[in-house]
């Protein structure tokens, strides 16, 4: 971090980074997202200090002595927090079931026939997808085990 653009690079981050923590289902009062509210508080008063040191400094111009080592770690740190963020699923899957027969006319054999094509679908939940199993349970019931 060297310009007065790099220290609003970083509240961008830090506040795109509580703004997410946010929207988590476990944090539900304020002291959960204490980490966050400091990281941001920190990368504003980044910029503050530049503003104080050099009013007159230009966007895209390196401010020298402005920044710590760890300045850029904890801008790196939250970069990295945005991109498992970004690679998080947001929309339905669908999942096709393959299953290659043996052609043996076992009670196996006719399952993998049976399954192989399958499509159900997998819904977002937090870092991965839930797949609700029960009808295909079900189906599975019905079409192989005896009442």
């Known amino acids: 971090m060297i310009s007065p653009t790099d220290a609003l690079d970083a509240v961008a ?20 997202l204490a980490p966050q509210l400091d990281r941001l508080s920190r990368a504003v008063a980044r910029a503050q200090v530049i ?16 920044f710590a080592p760890e300045d850029a770690s904890e801008h790196a740190d939250d970069l990295a927090v945005l991109e498992a963020i970004a690679a998080m699923p947001v929309q339905p ?38 797949i609700d199993a029960n009808r295909l349970v079900s189906n599975i019931a019905d079409q192989f085990l005896e009442p």
């Open 13 to 32: 981050a830090a506040a795109a980074v509580l703004n997410h923590a946010v929207s988590e289902p476990g944090n539900r009062t304020i002291s959960t």
């Open 93 to 130: 899957a669908t999942v096709v079931f393959r299953a290659r027969r043996l052609d043996d006319d076992s009670a196996e054999d006719a399952l993998r026939a049976w399954i192989d094509g399958r499509r159900i679908t997998a819904t977002p939940a937090g870092r991965g997808y839930d």
């Open 51 to 66: 503003v104080t040191l050099d009013p007159d400094a230009e966007l895209d111009r390196p401010v020298p002595r402005c």
